[in-house]
């Protein structure tokens, strides 16, 4: 048609073509961007996920060590509150057993460190007082008969304390009678089976006769003497007096060698 310009219709479908390829270039281009942000998107949303979890973890962490924290200091009450009454009842039974056992006026007390005292309140208020060599060996005994004692009543109400599941705890002293005088010999000898249910004794000649041997006599369940071989040729002999028996405490040995022989008093 010659109204028709052919060629400008030409001109504007090479236009045409042309703005379609570059727009599908720029298509492709965006796609790629696209995909790039995906999959980084993808990377981000694990990266959360995984800090996520570990924030979980952390906070069970942190209500653990909470836990531990909240149970460690009732576990510190629970023992402060036990310590008292410990303290407390230990504090009376040591009173009443030195109170039968010694003669002075004096009252022991307990420190928070379980160290033991004597006090006396003659100008009013208690005041500590400087124990004799004997009357600190006495207060130990009371001591160790109280924990014994304690530790029996609490067996016999089925209460268990922490330690070893026992409820016989025998007592063994060696030269318990030492330090001590005459009247305090006899009052240590006399009141000596009630510190525990077995008592072992080891004792040296001098410290058995007079007081201690008086004061145990028809109380003692067996009787032993330890005999010493000594090597040496010249040797003084010493004798001890048991149940009516004589024992050598000394004696020659048949050999080069010195030992201790342990022989059973045979009681009438």
């Not at 009443?96 to 160290?115: E, K, N, Q, R």
């Not at 500590?128 to 001591?143: D, K, R």
């Amino acid at each position: 048609s010659p109204k028709e310009e052919i060629s400008g219709l030409e001109e504007e479908l090479k236009k045409t073509q042309s703005a379609i390829e570059a727009d599908i270039l720029e298509l492709a281009t965006v796609n790629a961007a696209i995909k790039q942000h995906q999959h980084r998107l993808t990377e981000i949303e694990h990266e959360i996920a995984r800090h996520r979890g570990n924030e979980a973890r952390q906070q069970l962490a942190q209500r653990r060590v909470n836990a531990a924290y909240e149970t460690l200091s009732r576990i510190e009450e629970s023992r402060a509150r036990f310590e008292t009454t410990i303290r407390a009842a230990l504090l009376k039974k040591v009173r009443h057993l030195f109170d039968i056992v010694s003669y002075t006026p004096y009252v022991p007390d307990i420190t928070d460190g379980y160290a033991l005292r004597l006090l006396e309140s003659a100008g009013g208020a208690p005041l500590p007082v400087a124990a004799s060599q004997g009357e600190s060996q006495i207060l130990s005994l009371c001591f160790i008969g109280a924990m014994i004692e304690l530790a029996r009543e609490y067996h016999a109400r089925q209460e268990k304390l922490p330690g070893p599941n026992s409820s016989v705890y025998p007592l063994v002293m060696d030269s318990p009678f030492g330090s001590l005088g005459p009247t305090y010999r006899h009052q240590v000898a006399d009141h000596i089976s009630v510190l525990a249910d077995q008592v072992v004794v080891m004792v040296t000649n001098t410290q058995w006769r007079g007081e201690v041997e008086e004061s145990l006599k028809g109380r003692v369940g067996t009787s032993y003497v330890m005999e010493y071989f000594s090597p040496k040729e010249k040797i003084h002999s010493e004798t001890v007096d048991v149940n009516g028996q004589t024992f050598e405490l000394i004696r020659q040995s048949p050999n080069e060698f010195e030992y201790t022989q342990v022989r059973e008093v045979t009681h009438a």
